[in-house]
């Protein structure tokens, strides 16, 4: 009944906008021969993020991109934020979370309502699982990570899994991707099989695949993974790397640092660009330098620097108020 009124409510202050009476909870307007013309069409048209392929010809283009990693998935203010900050994407984990794809759909709808582009990280192992990617594409991801890749065979897992027929063996079906089959302004069936057809062509084209290089079987396989065709960027997991190493957690360790400056050079020399995290303002730098392009910063590690900043100087404050 609330839901009720309160469409009845909103229905009401639009009538009044433009002069029509209402006369009662029924919605009834007095004028009879009212007609909203707004209701006979679809509502402006927004383009999904997948369709332009920005996105993956600038990291193509070994132009520098940054994003955010995220896995609040409960939350998805700070991922319309993230757009409104002008970032480049934003890397929804479904690895390093709980998240499951009706979670990630959300962190999506939110990206795309500030025109961000989500890749999607999934969880070890999945990429052999054509059904479990399969979710993430129909929630809009416009891009896959594989975690923990190890072989070349596991990327071209996922190839299969995200492109569609000859590329692949991707399920078709109007979605949220391809604007479920509709085009703005126009909700004729008539057109729907061709518009699907060309945003499938859309999708296969720029779709965007990385891969994660973290441990030493993968790096002892990066020279066949780089010759797969349809993979887009390599990017390199300091942490679990630094684990494979005997060096838990210590990313700017010396021999973590030269073996990841290795990685970058072995990538760059195959002629596909390598991304990194960055932790600090140094890190960005630091590999930019090294010609590493794709950039991802960590949203929990922003929140702690800024909730650490702002309890550092609460606290000081505090301190230096007790002294005088």
Partial sequence: RLLGQ????????????????VSSCTGAA??????????????????????????????KSRSAVIGVVTGWYRDTNHVEILGLLDYDFIWADAEHSSASPDDIANIILAAERR????????????????GHVQKYLVAGACGIIVPQCESASDVEAIVRATKFPPLGKRGLAPER????????GDVSTSAAAPLIAQRAQESNENFIIGAMIENKIGVDALDDILLV????????????????????????????????????QRVLSAGLPVGMVVVTKEDYSFWRDR????????????FIEGAQDIIHSAKEYEKNEKLN
Avoid: C
């Fill in 177 to 184: 991707w391809n604007a479920f089959g509709l085009k703005g």
């Fill in 115 to 130: 025109g961000l582009p989500t890749i999607v990280r999934i969880g070890y192992g999945y990429q052999n699982l054509i």
């Fill in 30 to 59: 007095k004028d009879e021969n009212y007609h909203d013309s707004s209701r006979s069409s679809i509502a402006p048209f927004r383009q999904h993020s997948l369709q332009s392929g920005t996105l993956r010809q600038r990291i």
């Fill in 229 to 264: 065709d349809g993979l887009d960027f390599v990017f390199v997991g300091p942490v679990d790397l630094s684990a494979d190493l005997g060096l838990h957690g210590q990313i700017r360790h010396p021999l973590v640092v030269t073996k990841i400056q290795d990685i970058g």
């Fill in 6 to 21: 309160s469409a009845w409510r909103l229905e009401s202050n639009v009538k009044r906008a433009k002069g029509v009476s």
């Fill in 291 to 302: 010609g590493f392009t794709v950039m991802a910063g960590l949203a929990q590690q922003m």
